[in-house]
């Protein structure tokens, strides 16, 4: 009878450290999974807007880390309306992108460039090896809500 108690006593000892086992192996693999979380970026919808009485210019981007994509209107007086595509990537506090769009039933491709100052982006124009850009303050996108535009 004595061999009984001890008997479950080994029981107990040898079913808690299995149980103990089971719960140091699922602790790191929640941590991954936690870390893994921390990891994946949000993409962060910003909208900017030049408007005047006769001229409207809006950018809708979509900013990843350094990627942007978005859409890009011009609506200048006594000009086609261009609509079309950006692809681009952030560098320091210049945007690069190439832009896509449908003129006068045309596509077209071309690059454009834009320089951030504070809640602005100011619209560039580069020479032809791409060396050397001048920046228009005339027609400056200030940042607004994405619904407005």
């Known amino acids: 009878m004595k061999i009984r108690p001890i008997i479950l006593g080994l029981s107990a000892i040898i079913i808690s450290s299995c149980k103990n086992e089971e719960t140091k192996d699922a602790k790191p693999s929640e941590v991954t999974v936690e870390e893994q979380v ?3 970026e949000i993409p962060v919808m910003m909208c900017y807007m030049y408007t005047s009485e006769t001229d409207t210019i809006s950018l809708n981007i ?5 990627s942007v994509t978005g859409s890009l209107v011009y609506m200048l007086q006594e000009k086609d309306v261009n609509r079309g595509r950006i692809d681009g990537e952030m560098k320091g506090d210049t945007l690069f992108a190439e832009y896509s769009f449908m003129s006068e039933g045309k596509n077209s491709v071309r690059p454009i460039v ?13 020479t032809e090896d791409s060396t050397n850009y001048s920046f228009n303050e005339s027609f400056p996108l200030t940042r607004t809500n994405c619904g407005v535009n």
Do not use: R
């Not at 979509?62 to 350094?66: H, P, Q, V």
């Open 114 to 126: 834009f320089l951030q100052k504070g809640n602005q982006l100011i619209e560039g124009t580069t």
């Open 38 to 40: 921390q990891e994946e």
């Open 62 to 66: 979509e900013k990843l880390d350094k």
